[in-house]
């Protein structure tokens, strides 16, 4: 097993004590592609919210099928699901996701496509932790729209599955998302029982959790996702639900009360007092 990783940090040791040979580089230069993949037969993509997405996945896509790859696993977004030639979204990360999905599907390599819905670890732990630990608040731009947010490992699980027999997956597209499709409130609820005190929901405007991001040193352009994000969750777009996870891996996605226990220190009280 091969890692590509941006630097040498202690995550890069993480995966060495796993068994990974650790390359250093960058998915937009063609050399350290090419270190990264020569020898080997299976790949997965992902990369981050960027405005090089695209060149990456080119780049990447390119020295693939240079090396005569057997599988592509490329990681993209659900919402590309809703997506044409004359339909996008107000992300321009969207777009990007939805543009390299067509490169790959010219590009005549084996691809099998990965669309997870929000991750948990998103919207859900990162954004809104914060909240939680000031004032018991679930703060996120949401309205009452309903979304079906899934977990980064069991992502990681399904990928793990097509990687290990990817034939029988080439040229499928699955959708992902978690065991239910519920509004904030609902959310705020489970939260309350995980954490055992309350939490409330508190819908906050777009604009001003936007500029919140911005004085939060977020770059633009994941501004820009992240609230086309919000606003299509305020819309229903994000109300999806499949039974993709289950069908791959043979176990249900890890349910939010679980996850939020999981993480039950990232969400403690300011202040609080050790038990």
């Known amino acids: 097993m091969?890692?590509?990783?941006?630097r040498e940090d202690e995550r890069a040791e993480?995966?060495?004590?796993?068994?990974?040979?650790?390359v250093e580089g960058d998915l937009t230069d063609l050399a350290s592609m090419h270190r990264?993949?020569?020898g080997c037969g299976r790949i997965y993509f992902g990369m981050s919210v960027s405005p090089a997405y695209l060149e990456a996945t080119i780049n990447t896509a390119a020295v693939a099928r240079h090396h005569g790859v057997e599988a592509f696993v490329n990681m993209s977004q659900m919402t590309v699901t809703q997506m044409n030639i004359t339909e996008t979204t107000d992300s321009p990360q969207h777009k990007l996701h939805w543009l390299s999905e067509q490169a790959l599907s010219w590009s005549g390599l084996p691809v099998v496509t990965v669309r997870p819905t929000v991750f948990l670890e998103g919207f859900f732990l990162q954004l809104a932790a914060p909240g939680v630990r000031a004032s018991d608040e679930l703060a996120l731009p949401l309205g009452g729209g309903k979304t079906s947010p899934i977990s980064a490992v069991d992502v990681a699980r399904a990928v793990a599955v097509i990687l290990d027999d990817p034939?029988?997956?080439i040229g499928q597209i699955y959708d992902l998302t978690g065991p239910e499709s519920a509004?904030?409130?609902?959310?705020a609820h489970v939260f309350s029982e995980a954490l055992g005190r309350p939490i409330r929901y508190r819908d906050v405007?777009?604009?001003a959790w936007s500029q919140g991001l911005r004085q939060a040193r977020f770059p633009e352009h994941v501004v820009r996702h992240l609230s086309a994000m919000a606003e299509l969750t305020r819309q229903g777009r994000y109300d999806r639900m499949t039974d993709?996870?289950?069908k791959l891996t043979g176990e249900a996605p890890t349910n939010m009360r679980d996850f939020v226990?999981?993480?039950?220190?990232e969400f403690k009280q300011r202040g609080a007092a050790h038990s």
């Open 261 to 265: 226990k999981l993480h039950a220190a």
């Open 183 to 187: 509004d904030p409130d609902h959310y």
């Open 205 to 207: 405007p777009l604009p």
């Open 2 to 6: 091969r890692a590509l990783v941006r």
């Open 167 to 169: 034939a029988p997956h």
């Open 36 to 38: 990264a993949i020569e």
């Open 14 to 22: 993480a995966l060495r004590r796993l068994g990974a040979e650790v």
């Open 244 to 246: 993709t996870m289950c």
